[in-house]
């Protein structure tokens, strides 16, 4: 089937040291997306992909990085994570970015950081 | 700015139907997405208007008013399982999602 994957599933990283979260679709979806999202709250968007371009929210903070290296890998790196950075992190893809191109979630990464 | 507002939370009797409300205020606009989430999972979509009226898929409905910035998702037949969050989410004219905080819907026997 084809699907939206993310690894792992849980992730527990101290503050302050640095932690990768990986996306893979087997959808070959042009837009890749990385959302925040904390309990009872909107999804944030953090950056997108199109193709290799590289989109960035205005209010990403510095901290959180992106690579898209081939199709159906994306990874979000975050640099120094503080206590705020805990949340639910959701890995998107869509066919494009316009009209009614739905977006496919993967299972997502809750981030712990202690 | 932008805005997306729904209820935070409605309960609703298993089998009964239940409409939640969105209104949306979005500089332009390219459709309105509704997406089901359980607790602790991924969205997932449930439907996509672009044009003002009723678009039905099983005990899922959604409607939408563009004059309006205003749209529902009506649910029949109400079963456990539709108990999660529903989350609204307009595009504007960047193709950018402004998403609301989702609605929890609680069903009872």
Redesign the interface.
Known sequence: DAMVIQNPRYQVTQFGKPVTLSCSQTLNHNVMYWYQQKS??????LFHYYDKDFNNEADTPDNFQSRRPNTSFCFLDIRSPGLGDAA?Y?CATSRD????A???????T?LTVT | GQN?DQP?EMTATEGAIVQINCTYQTSGF??L?WYQQHA??????LS?N?LDGLEEKGRFSSFLSRSKGYSYLLLKELQMKDSASY?CAAMDSN???I????T?LIIKP
Do not use: D, H
């Open positions: 009872s709250q909107a999804p944030k968007l639910m959701l970015v316009q009209g009614g739905e977006q496919y979630f993967g299972p997502g809750r | 997306i935070t390219n459709g997405f602790g999972e991924a969205p997932t979509f996509y672009v989350l193709y950018q999602l998403w609301g905080a989702g929890k």
